[in-house]
């Protein structure tokens, strides 16, 4: 056996489990943020029980969905039931695998990380239509379906959205696009349009408000989740949690520099040191997009299911392919 | 007033008003026509049914359907009384007035038992569809644990058949639309609740020993 | 494996074991048979689910729990997020679109009407307050107005000014509470929170004059039951201000929202004819553009004294019915500060009995409810009790638009469609 091959292992198996483990924190955090923040905004105090001002909130609400008991209807699929929300949880975490923290620290560093990433986030819309199927409940039903044509229509502009970014660059890893980004300035400055494209496609891909067609819950109930409850109901929640903080953690990949600082650093940080500043400006900018969406959904309205659709294939899509053209004349023409 | 007296003739003899009230009665069969004209007609123009509500006047008389209109040309509500037959409830519907009209026909047929012909839809609107009784008719009874009883609603207490309708005599000669001075001393005739409760031991069916023995 | 079949080591569902009785009723009253061995797997049936275990009692029923190809039923409530109360709504829908709506009523029927007909006519007064929880005043005014007028009294002028102030602040709520849960029912978290942040400050100041935070009982026949107070007017005060700007914080939100107005605008329409001709009253039926308005149409102490123009909208769209409750507000407040300037001094409470007993006679009076015309017809035989006690509550009248608004509509609309009609589930079922 080749000892460099069983290092590459071990090193993938703690990669792994790492940002398994990940999920966790985040998801709690994520979950505390948008507590506070959303109460914040409606006036309210928020949790202040738990810990100093309610800080353990959603730890405690981790482990009472733990503790709860785990319900299964009688004419459920119980095999589908029972694994769909293993699926939508592991479409999460697996896409963790490639976002890039700081330098060096990434999971997996692969020469096709783009595809990969959007090749397994949209592996989540199986696990909800299969739950939403298996469920035996009509507005489970309902939300399966919502979803499964939500999710799909966005796929297509949040995916083409990347492209002119990804034809600038000139690759599809993110740890080269993102030295990229440290030599020309900011994605985001250059693809203006292709960041406003994912940015809005990535809310409806996540199901976030005002998008949150799927778990609608004054006019399905809670969608695909109605019919679950313990640790089943809780991975579809820590699923949904953890697609937000990825989405944010990509965006920043993508359009604003990952873990760059927003001005360079006068002496260029190397090491553990440098992997540090790293993750702070990553995880600094990725909160700021995680407090956003909270904002968003403090503040609108839900769109319907006609016009949320509508938004996708009669706007967001032709925009996304003239985005595409315009870039990737602008490469070939002015050789960028 | 005077129009109404001209436009809806039989109404002459019965026309009544208080300040802000005028009253006409009428034959059960002739509601849809005197309401059509009362809604049409061009000087009366009453284009909204305000309220439809059915009374029992007891046992041994009658129920009565009354609706309030308004109009904007007159000052005073207009309420229509129909005289419904106790012992054949039946009264044309006036769904195809106004539309409106539909829940209120529904809880009157719900609540007293009086059948709307030609309604499309008279369902029960409160009670559950299997429910057999009239609750707000004036001789059902509220034994203190209807509620409680199994069969609350369907036992024979409720049904009038089974009832000594003497007990009721003292709501005989009540009919609001006779002179006031008619009627007798009010204690007499509004017999208190408690007094209405039958004995326990006319109690015939679904209420078993236990409910007996339970402490009030 | 059929539905039917129980599993293995499973206790069987009781509910199996009537399939044979259900499908020969369903057959015998020409409806489609629930499979009993079913051809399609387990999932065969589906579509069956919640179509009432017994023939159709009319033509109606029958038709809307009949299902056509590729429709099928969803029950919304009574246990439902957003139903407003314990109400059930039957929808026939094809795919997410509403093609047939059953409102099925009765959930929280308490048999108010036939209570008070055995209780005095000051009790009653207490009796009609949990009605319409979102207007307890309201309630409380037109039977103590009825009582009144069957008793030969009259409300002392400063009782009356009383009365017409509390009924205004309860409608500042009301209407702020409507917005908040048309937002909540369209999927926006705050309004809702910011309208109980101003029912709380109402609630608080109602609760100084009358000693109760909710059901206020008030109302006395003949007057009120207490003069204003020294906290009372402190927190008019303070509120007073306060409340335009809270009104306009929610206008900041929705108002002007591109995704609310989307949702709103041109959706479930209610032309002025179909108005009139389903009984809708208040501000729906103003929101249509129809000027009725009891406190003008058929005024009552003391409106006659204070000027007010019915305020009307054009198109009778979920967004009209919404600009109606602000402009509504706005112009309570308005009618709150003529009130206060105007009032008279003087008794609050006529000379009446403890225990009533008004000549036999009938009486009827309305008054404009924040949900629209709220009347009450009580007959008197000449004793301590009301002979008969009948109220009708707009907001029972008004949901029968449901099922004539909703066809063509999407499932997501029926709550903002609902939820602009404001309906309070404590006065529909009585």
Request: net charge negative.
């Amino acid at each position: 056996m080749d000892v460099e091959l069983l290092l590459g292992i071990g090193r993938f198996v703690l990669a792994t489990t790492l940002i398994l483990l990940l999920t966790v924190p985040t998801a709690f955090i994520v979950i505390q943020l948008e507590l506070k923040v959303i109460a914040g905004m409606n006036l309210r105090i928020g949790p202040n029980r738990v810990g100093p001002s309610g800080m353990f909130q959603s730890t405690i609400h981790g482990f009472k969905v733990l503790a709860k008991e785990d319900q299964i209807p009688d004419k459920a699929d119980r095999a589908t039931f029972t694994i769909a929300p293993w699926m939508v949880f592991m479409a999460a975490a697996m896409s963790m695998l490639v976002i890039p923290f700081a330098p060096g620290a990434i999971a997996a560093d692969f020469n096709i990380g783009i595809v990969y990433f959007f090749a397994i986030i949209g592996l989540s819309v199986v696990g909800l239509l299969v739950a939403g199927w298996a469920s035996y409940n009509k507005y489970s039903l309902l939300g399966g379906l919502r979803s499964a044509a939500q999710m799909v229509s966005y796929e297509i502009p949040l995916t083409l959205s990347v492209v002119g970014a990804v034809v600038l660059a000139g690759t599809l890893n993110f740890t080269e696009l993102i030295h990229w980004q440290r030599d020309h300035g900011w994605l985001f400055i250059w693809q203006f349009v292709g960041w406003g494209i994912f940015y809005i496609a990535s809310l409806a891909e996540i199901n976030r408000t005002p998008f949150d067609m799927v778990e609608a819950d004054s006019e399905i109930v809670a969608g695909p989740f109605t019919e679950y409850s313990g640790m089943r109901f809780g991975f579809f929640f820590f699923a949904e949690y953890v697609s937000l903080f990825i989405m944010s953690a990509i965006m920043t990949s993508l359009f604003f520099g990952g873990w760059l600082a927003p001005w360079p650093f006068p002496a260029e940080l190397s090491g553990f040191l440098g992997t540090l500043y790293g993750i702070f400006w990553f995880f600094l900018k990725t909160y700021l997009f995680v407090f956003a969406a909270i904002w968003m959904r403090a503040t609108l309205p839900r769109v319907r299911v006609d016009q949320l659709m509508g938004m996708a294939w009669k706007v967001l899509l032709p925009l996304a392919l003239v985005n595409l053209f315009v870039t990737a004349i602008a490469v070939v023409w002015l050789n960028l | 007033m005077r129009l109404l007296t001209e436009r809806v003739a039989e109404t002459a003899s019965t026309l009544w008003t208080d300040e802000d009230t005028v009253e006409i009665r009428i034959s059960a069969e002739r509601v849809v026509e005197v309401l059509r004209t009362l809604r049409d007609d061009e000087d009366l123009d009453f284009w909204m049914l305000a309220d439809a509500a059915a009374v029992d006047y007891g046992p041994t008389e009658h129920f009565e359907v009354v609706y309030h209109l308004y109009s904007d040309r007159h000052p005073a509500w207009l309420r229509v009384r129909a005289k419904v037959d106790r012992a054949d409830p039946r009264i044309p519907t006036i769904t195809p007035l106004w539309e409106g009209a539909m829940f209120h026909e529904r809880e009157m047929y719900d609540m007293m038992g009086i059948v709307f012909e030609g309604n499309p839809d008279l369902r029960r609107i409160y009670m559950s569809p299997d429910y057999r009784s009239f609750p707000q008719r004036r001789d059902f009874l509220l034994p203190d644990d209807a509620a409680d009883s199994p069969a609350a609603g369907i036992n024979p207490l409720e049904r009038p058949e089974t009832w000594d309708l003497t007990r009721f005599a003292a709501l005989g000669p009540l009919n609001p639309l006779a002179a006031a001075g008619a009627l007798p001393e009010a204690d007499a005739v509004v017999a208190d609740p408690a007094g209405e409760q039958p004995e326990p031991s006319t109690v015939e069916a679904g209420v078993t020993d236990a409910d007996k023995s339970r402490p009030r | 494996m059929t539905a039917t079949e129980p599993r293995e080591g499973r206790v069987r569902d009781p509910i199996d074991l009537d399939a044979a009785e259900e499908a020969r009723l369903r057959t015998a009253a020409g409806m489609i048979p629930a499979p009993i061995a079913s051809p399609g797997g387990e999932y065969f049936g589906f579509d069956t689910v919640s179509i009432p275990d017994r023939p159709p009692q009319t033509e109606r029923e029958r038709e809307l729990y009949t299902l056509g190809e590729g429709e099928m039923l969803v029950n919304m409530g009574p246990q439902h997020p957003s139903t407003h109360g314990v109400m059930r709504l039957v929808l026939k829908v094809r795919s997410e679109v509403v093609t047939d709506l059953d409102v099925v009523l009765g959930y929280l029927h308490r048999g108010i009407e036939k209570l008070s007909e055995n209780a005095t006519y000051t009790t009653v007064l207490t009796y009609v307050d949990p009605m319409d929880y979102m207007s307890a005043m309201h309630n409380e005014h037109a039977p103590a107005l009825a009582f009144e007028k069957l008793y030969g009294i009259e409300a002392p002028p400063r009782a009356q000014y009383i009365r017409a102030l509390v009924v205004e602040l309860n409608r500042v709520f009301s209407h702020g509470l409507m917005m908040g849960f048309l937002a909540l029912d369209i999927g926006a978290l705050t309004p809702i929170l910011y309208g109980f942040i101003n029912r709380d400050e109402v609630v608080e100041m109602l609760a100084a004059i009358s000693g109760q935070r909710m059901l206020f009982n008030f109302f006395r026949v003949g007057g009120v039951n207490w003069d204003v107070n020294d906290e009372f007017l402190s927190r008019l005060g303070a509120w007073h201000a306060k409340e335009l700007r809270n009104v306009k914080d929610n206008e900041a939100l929705l108002t002007g929202n591109e995704i609310f107005r989307a949702r709103t605008r041109k959706m479930g329409v209610i032309s002025r004819q179909q108005a009139i001709n389903l009984g809708v009253t208040g501000p729906n039926l103003r929101a249509s553009g129809v000027p009725f308005d009891v406190r003008s149409a058929h005024p009552y102490p003391p409106y006659h004294e204070l000027e007010f123009t019915p305020i009307v909208q054009e198109h009778g769209d979920v967004y009209d019915r919404y600009l109606q409750r602000i402009a509504e507000i706005k112009q309570s407040m308005h009618l709150i500060e003529q009130i206060m300037d105007k009032m008279p001094h003087g008794p609050v409470q006529a000379q009446v009995p403890g225990i009533i007993r008004p000549k036999p006679g009938r009486a009827y009076a309305a008054i404009e409810s924040p949900r629209g015309l709220y009347s009450v017809y009580a007959i008197s035989d000449g004793g301590p009790t009301p002979y008969r006690f009948r109220m009708r509550d707009p907001s029972f009248v008004s949901l029968q638009v449901m099922p004539v608004l909703m066809p063509g509509h999407l499932i997501a609309d029926t709550m903002a469609i609902m939820a602009s009609l404001d309906p309070i589930m404590g006065g529909v079922d009585k």
